[in-house]
T-cell receptor
Framework: EDKVVQSPLSLVVHEGDTVTLNCSYEVTNFRSLLWYKQEKKAPTFLFMLTSSGIEKKSGRLSSILDKKELFSILNITATQTGDSAIYLCAVRETSGSRLTFGEGTQLTVNP | GAVVSQHPSWVICKSGTSVKIECRSLDFQATTMFWYRQFPKQSLMLMATSNEGSKATYEQGVEKDKFLINHASLTLSTLTVTSAHPEDSSFYIC?????????????FGPGTRLTVL
């Protein structure tokens, strides 16, 4: 059974801090790993990673995948209160379209 | 970007009644849609995969007779919670894959909050 584990489950920081969120996975036939941000409603897409060692970057957010060690990290630099959300990691296998989600990391950024 | 809508956004119903939730892809065709359930402070749990023109594939532990899924067109999937009970109260989210774009990205709807009294 596919397994996605995120850590920490909860994180409280001050504005301006840098945070690193972790996602480890166990899947039979890995295809891709996706990061989502969920605020009050449904998740919004952040990144999709398929290759090891290639950093994806969008503004203050960046992510990288290590397919040998089976994990990914999501970095947020110079955090702002608007970054407060649940960050979800999901993996997809080569067969089928389903995503298996981790438990999420609840990030709270205090002013 | 691709937009997925859900209706209603919030529904309150009495125990024993049935509730239908619609999921629409507004500007793309989706042969596959997914239904998730999310309890407070928990992650998304996949309930079923809805395929246009065929029967839905349910995850283990999800009762297919209780959660009826219909995917009658390339832009619409419905989830009907039959004989709802308070334990069915949850946040139901659908997502869809763009048939033409391919790839792995799923676009999520805004979710439907169901409260069963």
């Amino acid at each position: 059974e596919d397994k996605v584990v995120q850590s920490p489950l909860s994180l409280v920081v001050h504005e301006g801090d840098t945070v690193t969120l972790n996602c480890s996975y166990e899947v039979t036939n890995f295809r891709s790993l996706l990061w989502y941000k969920q605020e009050k409603k449904a998740p919004t897409f952040l990144f999709m990673l398929t290759s090891s060692g290639i950093e994806k970057k969008s503004g203050r957010l960046s992510s990288i995948l290590d397919k040998k060690e089976l994990f990914s990290i999501l970095n947020i630099t110079a955090t702002q209160t608007g970054d407060s959300a649940i960050y979800l990691c999901a993996v997809r296998e080569t067969s089928g379209s389903r995503l298996t989600f981790g438990e999420g990391t609840q990030l709270t950024v205090n002013p | 970007g691709a937009v997925v809508s859900q209706h209603p956004s919030w529904v309150i119903c009495k125990s024993g009644t049935s509730v239908k939730i619609e999921c629409r892809s507004l500007d793309f065709q989706a042969t596959t849609m997914f239904w998730y359930r999310q309890f407070p402070k928990q992650s998304l749990m996949l309930m079923a995969t809805s395929n246009e023109g065929s029967k839905a594939t349910y995850e283990q532990g999800v009762e297919k007779d209780k959660f009826l899924i219909n995917h009658a067109s390339l832009t619409l999937s419905t989830l009907t919670v039959t004989s709802a009970h308070p334990e069915d109260s949850s946040f139901y989210i659908c997502s869809a894959r763009d048939r033409l774009a391919g790839g792995d990205t799923q676009y999520f709807g805004p979710g439907t909050r169901l409260t069963v009294l």
